[in-house]
């Protein structure tokens, strides 16, 4: 069992729906990111918060909307995805500065998302 | 683009064997990790080595790192068929600007044959 908590396991949308995706840890972590992943690909990443602030956003499309009400929540709004979309959603935390460098993520187990 | 590249893309043992799967990278990093990932799952840490590392352990597995030619290998004793997974080298490039930002390989799937 991970300690990260993925909200839901599987989530099939329509292209005009809007949904979001919850994330939840109670390890202390400050940072808390998001991953994409394709089938037989590596994760890609998304987003990255540091003290509840965003400090990377790898050029995601604006369908996808990141928040961080709180140390212990990552939420990710979806609206108007394509079917391309489609994929594991991967959140991981850990640390954060100045522990950032050299600390592992620790993942959660996924959202399966499936946009028809 | 992918910062890491691993192969072989899948590996086929008997239970009992060694795995070897190797990972070579682009851009000076701070630390390299690896992790594996069952299938349909999320990714669980393994092993850390810094880049003034050579050579890590863990139970049955270890780690090389080799920063003058920018690669690692995992090694993974006495394979057992629970060991089935994928498995994912992700690298801690240096710079101010990709701070908190890991980077994976394309990733190795191992068999372990029962």
């Known amino acids: 069992d991970t300690e990260v908590t993925q909200t839901p396991k599987h989530l099939v949308m329509g292209m005009t729906n809007k949904k979001s995706l919850k994330c939840e840890q109670h390890?202390?972590?400050?940072?808390m990111y998001w991953y994409k992943q394709k089938a037989k690909k590596p994760p890609e990443l998304m987003f990255v918060?540091?003290?509840?602030?965003?400090?990377i956003n790898e050029s995601v499309p604006s369908r996808f909307s990141p928040e961080c009400p709180n140390s212990s929540l990552l939420n990710l709004h979806l609206h108007a995805l394509q079917p391309e979309d489609s994929a594991l959603y991967l959140c991981?935390?850990?640390?954060?500065?100045?522990?950032?460098?050299?600390?592992?993520?620790?993942f959660g187990n996924g959202t399966r998302l499936t946009v028809t | 683009s992918q910062q890491g590249e691993e192969d072989p893309q899948a590996l086929s043992i008997q239970e009992g064997e060694n795995a070897t799967m190797n990972c070579s990278y682009k851009?000076?990093?701070?630390?390299l990790q690896w992790y594996r990932q069952n299938s349909g799952r999320g990714l669980v840490h393994l092993i850390l080595?810094?880049?003034?590392?050579r050579e890590k352990h863990s139970g049955r597995l270890r780690v090389t790192l080799d920063t003058s030619k920018k690669s690692s290998s995992l090694l993974i004793t006495a394979s057992r068929a629970a060991d089935t997974a994928s498995y994912f080298c992700?690298?801690?490039?240096?710079?101010?600007?990709?701070?908190?930002?890991?980077?994976f390989g394309q990733g190795t799937i191992l068999t372990v044959h029962p």
């Open positions: 992700a690298t801690d490039a240096t710079g101010g600007t990709s701070y908190g930002k890991l980077t």
């Open positions: 851009t000076s990093i701070n630390n």
């Open positions: 991981a935390s850990s640390p954060g500065p100045p522990r950032l460098r050299n600390s592992p993520l620790h």
């Open positions: 080595i810094r880049s003034n590392e």
């Open positions: 918060y540091s003290y509840e602030k965003l400090s």
């Open positions: 390890m202390g972590h400050r940072a």
